[in-house]
Nanobody, 118 residues
């Protein structure tokens, strides 16, 4: 059974940093065959794409709202993806989800809460 488990969320003050992790397990295919993304959903809002990283990690793309502050990365040997979030703002408050996509299937994690507040 495929599982994506996010961790690293929490409460942080504006200007602070957090590093989210996404651990994949139970994969019937190589983790390296899948693109990974991070999405977020704030209360009352639609889920939005935050960042995406290619299979080998050589291509990344970001939402305009996080460009220059967030960094997505992956470790294919550990079946893991990460989201480094710096210079956090109150508007970054949301539940953050990791998302795995390969040629055959897609999977979502259950999310981790990030709250940016003083």
């Amino acid at each position: 059974q495929v599982q994506l488990v996010e961790s690293g969320g929490g409460l942080v003050q504006p200007g602070g940093s957090l590093r989210l992790s996404c651990a994949a397990s139970g994969l019937p295919f190589p983790f390296s065959s899948s693109a990974m993304s991070w999405y977020r959903q704030a209360p009352g809002e639609e889920r939005e794409l935050v960042a995406v990283i290619s299979l080998a990690g050589d291509y990344t793309n970001y939402a305009d709202s996080v460009e220059g502050r967030f960094t997505i990365s992956r470790d294919n040997a550990r079946n893991a993806a990460y989201l480094q979030m710096d210079s956090l703002k109150p508007e970054d408050t949301a539940v953050y989800y990791c998302f795995l996509r390969n040629s055959a299937d897609t999977y979502w994690g259950r999310g981790t809460q990030v709250t940016v507040s003083s």
